[in-house]
C-alpha cells in the first residue's frame, strides 16, 4: 500500500495488519524486487539485524566498569546472552520487522546512557530522535520510549531538578520529530481515507464511520 497506491481500493485486505505503518517492510520489499533469492533475502536482512549486537555491546560497554576484572567476559556474555535469546533467533532474517525497529531503540537507549554520563546535549536529541523514530515505524515500541524517557528524567531529577526540564525538553522535541519521520505521512494518508490517523486503533476516539467506535485489544496477549 505504501508504493501502490490501493489504500482507497483494498479494504481490511490483511486484517489489522492493512493499516500498520508499512516503512519496516520496505527492506523486505526493495530485496524481493532486486531478484534476491529467498536465502539471499535473509541474509541481508541478518546481516541488518547483527547491528542489535552492536548496540548491546555499546551499551555494555558503559554500563560495566571499566576497572572490572571480568569486563570484557561479562561484554561478551551480554552479546552472546542477546545473540540466543529466542525472539531474536526466531525473527532473525525473517519478514518480521521488530528485528530492525529494534536497531534503533537500542542505539536511543545507547546514546541517552552516554549523555546522562557526558553531559552531551546533541546526543541527548539524537536519543529522543531514534526512540520516536522506533515509535513511530511501529507503535508497540512506544511503551519502550516512554519507559525509558520517564526514567531518565527520573534520574535527573534526583540529581538536579533544574537539569531535567532540559532533558524532558530535548527528549520530547527529538521524539516528536522522530515520530513524524517515521509516521507522518502514512499517519496523514490514513486520516486523509478513513479520519483516524491510527485507523482502526484508537477508534473509539477518533470514531471513524469505516469501523466500530471501539478500543481494539487482542485478548490473546493479556
Given amino acids: 500500500m505504501y508504493f501502490g497506491g490501493r489504500l482507497s481500493s483494498d479494504f481490511f485486505a490483511a486484517s489489522v495488519q492493512s493499516y500498520l505503518n508499512p516503512l519496516p517492510h520496505l527492506p ?22 547483527v547491528l542489535n549486537l552492536l548496540a548491546i555491546k555499546r551499551i555494555a560497554m558503559l554500563v560495566i566498569p571499566s576497572d ?15 545473540a540466543l535469546s529466542p525472539l531474536f533467533l526466531i525473527e532473525v532474517g525473517t519478514s518480521f520487522a521488530d528485528v530492525l525497529v529494534s536497531i534503533p531503540a537500542l542505539f536511543g537507549f545507547y546514546l ?11 546526543r541527548l536529541l539524537l536519543s529522543g530522535f531514534l526512540l520516536g523514530l522506533a515509535s513511530g515505524l511501529k507503535p508497540t515500541f512506544a511503551l519502550f520510549a516512554l ?30 520529530l522522530g515520530v513524524m ?42
Wanted: net charge positive.
Fill in 68 to 82: 572490572h576484572g571480568y569486563r570484557i567476559h561479562l561484554i561478551r556474555g551480554a552479546v552472546a546472552l542477546s
Fill in 181 to 222: 519521520i517515521a509516521y507522518g505521512w502514512w499517519g496523514a494518508q490514513l486520516y486523509r481515507e478513513f479520519g483516524n490517523p491510527f485507523f482502526p486503533l484508537l477508534n473509539d476516539i477518533f470514531k471513524s464511520g469505516w469501523f466500530a467506535d471501539m478500543p481494539l485489544v487482542n485478548s490473546r496477549f493479556n
Fill in 112 to 122: 541517552l546512557l552516554e549523555s546522562h554520563l557526558n553531559k552531551n546535549n546533541f
Fill in 147 to 176: 519507559i525509558t524517557c520517564v526514567g531518565a528524567i527520573a534520574v535527573e531529577y534526583v540529581i538536579d531538578w533544574r537539569r531535567s526540564f532540559g532533558v524532558m525538553i530535548k527528549l520530547g522535541v527529538g521524539g516528536i
Fill in 28 to 49: 523486505f520489499y526493495w530485496l524481493n524486487r532486486l531478484g534476491l533469492s529467498a536465502f539471499g533475502v535473509a541474509a541481508v536482512l541478518a546481516a541488518l539485524s
